[in-house]
């Protein structure tokens, strides 16, 4: 499985990438991969606010359905819409084109209380035990 | 033991309907006639309804007799799977046997052939048996009353949610959130949810049980109450429940017991005793009412006194052995079904809680339990229990030891090919590749030591020829199927 080290990690399993003052959110590749086939991902309205370790939307797989929770708060300044019609993509490209949303951040403090990539594979490692 | 030999012969390849006759026969065998479409030449009568709503050609009614339409349904009826065909350890799904004598009672005249609009005096044996069945229903649980009226176990979780919402509002106690561990049923936080709650998950401990300090940690003045279930869905006793009541009382919440694994404790132990406010009954589940294919469900809901207000109207009275509808409650969250419930469903949970009596009852948990220990301590050493002490009605084990290449899917399809209906997957969420099994008290020995023969042999499968789990099942009409695409793109209806 592949933990970039260039992201930060969730305990609820989702990635942050920092791009300046924005965050870009997707699900991990042990989360796509423990969901299984995904069929429909629910994304927030473009402009609304999240709130850290709160839900912003919904993936439904071929086994459960997942609140997907926002590692960082924020102003949500672009969505992913494309998923609409291919949510396969997060499957396909956790890290990529499977990205879910876009944040503007309110507190880029909150970045230093997620988990390294190393930390998160140790995390990942402890769980599936 | 080897799977069935295959079938053939008497298993159909069953077209659709409208793919029986691809060319239409030059002589119509149609069981019915279809009038000639009234904007077309043969068409004498004149008509109001405008002509562009019209239609100039017959309908593509397919050209069938009856008898091929007969065998059409029979044929497709055969490749069905349900209790009375064989084993069906759908865990958290009780699938028991339905007794003939249900059927013999539902049958009587008096119960099929009345309607919900007939006056009360009229139907009084059909309201006598819904007092009477409330009255049961009360006394197996503990609670202080009972209405019928919900259709099924999750919609009596709502009513059960909207009483606890009217209870606080009714007080002047506006509150917000309901806590539910993380064992829940996938309908306890959608309950929640639709009363307008935000829901918040309680972790449970390692022990798969929940614990009252974390209860604790979580209760304020914003909770209106803790909705679980008891025996969880692990398939084990919430042995703290008493504790957890308490810590949840103590804050002015209410507790919410899902009623859905009642099975385990009829007779033995009450939901009422234990600090729950409000229950629903599953009688679909629990007292043994057929439910394959969704429905038709019962889920009546119990409360304790300080809830009684709130009960769905009408409530079934009695005075001096006549009874009556009471639609007199202000305070009542309102009507929510159609007429007074699913009463055919209650006619059945009423004939088998009248036959088994409270001893019966007492003994087909016993059973229930006894059977799925069974299951648990022969298959323990096959297959991982993440909670390997003693479980009650359900047994859940995980995914753990087995070869990577083989996942608890390919496991649920291969027991199809030994004939068994698999059991339920994935669920809990809290156990890695989860396979939950519960048996009921309608099994024999004979048949659950078939099952874990199977059972045994699939794990030796999967290490020796896991091609054989992962290109399952191969002895039903149809492999395989692709449930992404049936999730993402159905095909809902025949396309030429």
């Known amino acids: ?129 | 033991m080897n799977p069935p030999g295959k079938r053939t012969g008497l298993i159909w390849d069953e077209p659709l309907l409208f793919e029986l006759h691809p060319d239409q026969a030059p002589e119509p065998t149609l069981g019915a006639r279809v009038p000639s479409p009234a904007r077309s030449a043969q068409s004498a009568q004149p008509s109001t309804i405008p002509s562009a709503l019209l239609r100039e050609t017959p309908p593509r009614i397919p050209d069938l007799s009856e008898p091929e339409v007969l065998r059409h349904y029979s044929r497709l009826s055969s490749w069905n799977y349900g209790v009375d065909q064989g084993f069906y350890p759908l865990g958290s799904c009780t699938m028991k046997h339905n007794p003939r004598l249900n059927e013999a009672v539902a049958a009587l005249p008096g119960f099929a052939f009345i309607h919900p609009e007939q006056p009360a005096d009229q139907v009084q044996g059909a309201l006598r048996l819904m007092h009477e069945l409330a009255r049961a229903l009360a006394e197996i649980s503990g609670m202080d009353a009972v209405s019928l009226q919900p259709a099924a176990g999750a919609h009596g979780e709502l009513c059960g949610m909207l009483m606890i919402r009217a209870y606080h509002q009714a007080r002047g106690d506006a509150r917000r959130k309901v806590l539910i561990p993380d064992t829940a049923h996938g309908t306890n936080p959608a309950s929640s949810a639709l009363a307008g709650y935000e829901v918040v998950e309680v972790p449970t401990g390692p022990d798969g049980l929940l614990h009252p300090d974390t209860v604790a940690e979580f209760m304020d003045e914003s909770v209106a109450g803790l909705m679980l279930t008891n025996p969880n869905t692990l398939g084990l006793f919430e042995s703290y429940i008493a504790e957890v009541a308490e810590a949840v009382h103590k804050k002015g919440g209410l507790v919410y017991g899902d009623g859905a694994n009642l099975n385990a404790l009829m007779g033995i132990a009450r939901p009422g005793d234990m600090g729950i406010d409000v229950i629903q009954f599953n009688l679909h589940k629990t007292f043994s009412t057929p439910h394959g294919g969704g429905g038709p469900g019962a889920g009546p809901v119990g409360v304790k006194k300080h809830l009684e207000p709130y009960l769905p109207v009408p409530i079934i009275t009695e005075r001096q052995g006549r009874y009556d509808y009471d639609w007199d409650r202000p305070q009542s969250i309102g009507k929510v079904g159609q007429y007074y419930g699913n009463f055919g469903v209650m006619v059945r949970a009423g004939a088998y809680i009248r036959r088994l009596g409270g001893q019966g009852l007492a003994e087909a948990s016993r059973l229930a339990i006894l059977n799925a220990n069974y299951l648990r301590v022969k298959l323990r050493d096959h297959f991982h229990l993440p909670h390997p002490d003693a479980c009650l009605h359900e047994c859940v084990f995980s995914d753990k030891g087995l070869p990577s290449e083989v996942t608890t899917l390919d496991l649920a399809k291969r027991l199809m090919d030994y004939g068994f209906h698999p059991p339920t997957i994935y669920f809990p969420l809290v156990v890695h590749g989860a396979l939950m099994v519960e048996p009921t008290e309608s099994e024999s020995k004979e048949t659950l030591d078939q099952f874990i023969e199977a059972m045994v042999q699939i794990s030796r499968e999967a290490r020796e020829n896991p091609d054989l789990l992962q290109s399952a099942p191969q002895r039903t009409p149809v492999g395989r199927l692709d449930e992404v695409r049936a999730a993402r793109k159905p095909i809902l209806r025949w396309q030429p």
Do not use: C
């Not at chain 1, 300044?77 to 309110?106: A, F, H, K, Q």
């Open chain 1, 1 to 129: 499985m592949d933990f970039p080290n260039d992201l930060k990690y969730s305990r609820s399993h989702e990635w942050v990438r920092v791009e300046g003052s924005e965050a870009v959110v997707g699900l991990t590749d042990y989360a796509q991969e423990e969901l299984g086939d995904i069929v429909y991902i629910e994304l927030p309205e473009e402009g609304g606010e999240v709130e850290k370790e709160t839900a912003f939307g919904v993936v439904e797989s071929v086994k459960a359905t997942e609140d997907l929770f926002s590692p960082v708060s924020g102003k949500v300044v672009e969505v992913n819409s494309p998923l609409d019609d291919s949510p396969e993509m997060v499957n396909e490209d956790p890290y990529g084109d499977g990205w879910l949303i876009r944040l503007e951040m309110t507190d880029q403090d909150e970045i230093k209380e997620l988990m390294n990539a190393e930390q998160y594979h140790a995390y990942v490692e402890a769980e599936s035990d």
